[in-house]
């Protein structure tokens, strides 16, 4: 996969689905929205699964991320204790 601006060349996967290449740390597909399956350890669950009762929502309103070491998995905003949640 090339930048279309500089031509430098990407890290990319392609779609099992449309043969599509998409950015290395895409989900899903960019052109068909299939999502793109991942091999090696990165995809199987962790031993120490996450307790989804004590997770904490991103603060943000429209994001449907999780906060993790601080910020949020989705959109990145940072989280301070004691933010509206």
């Known amino acids: 996969m090339k930048c279309p601006i500089c031509k430098e060349e990407i890290p990319g996967t392609e779609c099992e689905e449309c043969g599509r290449m998409n950015p290395e740390e895409a989900k899903f597909c960019m052109y068909c929205g299939t999502l793109l399956h991942r091999e090696g350890p990165d995809t199987e669950e962790p031993d120490d ?3 989804i009762e004590s997770r904490i929502l991103c603060p943000d309103g429209t994001c449907t991320g999780i906060i ?3 910020k949020c998995t989705e959109c990145g905003r940072p989280y301070e204790p ?3 949640e």
């Open 49 to 51: 699964a996450f307790d």
């Open 68 to 70: 993790v070491n601080g």
């Open 82 to 84: 004691g933010e509206e």
